[in-house]
């Protein structure tokens, strides 16, 4: 079982910042990547960005620019870094952990936490 609890949600104007933390707990052994991800209204959940254990990146089309994720492989941690916020950007941001082997563990989500970003 892992456990994934997000951090730093909250509200910032057009333009601002907020940092985003994610930390993993228990059978932290049986991640590779880990990423976040977000639901539009009316669309499925997308990809932000995911890193894997050997620090490879990668990005929505559309926010590379403006977000920078990373990882703490000791602290079982990922975090994302989100500049230029805009309102559109508003929504749940979620902690996703995948497994390195999909056939023996399975992958886990966060609670997620709030973004909102007001203009």
């Known amino acids: 079982q892992v456990h994934l609890v997000e951090s730093g949600g909250g509200l910032v104007q057009d333009g601002g910042s907020l940092n985003l933390s994610c930390a993993a707990s228990?059978?932290?052994?049986?991640?590779?990547?880990l990423g976040w991800y977000r639901r539009p209204p009316g669309k499925q959940r997308e990809l932000v960005a995911l890193?894997?254990?050997?620090?490879?990146?990668t990005y929505a089309d559309s926010l590379h620019d403006r977000f920078t994720i990373s990882r703490d492989n000791a602290k079982s941690a990922v975090y994302l870094q989100m500049v230029t916020l805009k309102p559109e950007d508003t929504d749940v941001y979620y902690c996703?952990?995948?497994?390195?082997?999909?056939?023996?563990?399975?992958?886990?989500w966060g609670q997620g936490t709030q973004v909102t970003v007001s203009s």
């Open positions: 228990g059978a932290t052994f049986t991640i590779d990547h």
């Open positions: 890193v894997s254990s050997g620090g490879h990146a």
């Open positions: 996703n952990a995948e497994p390195t082997d999909w056939v023996r563990y399975r992958g886990y």
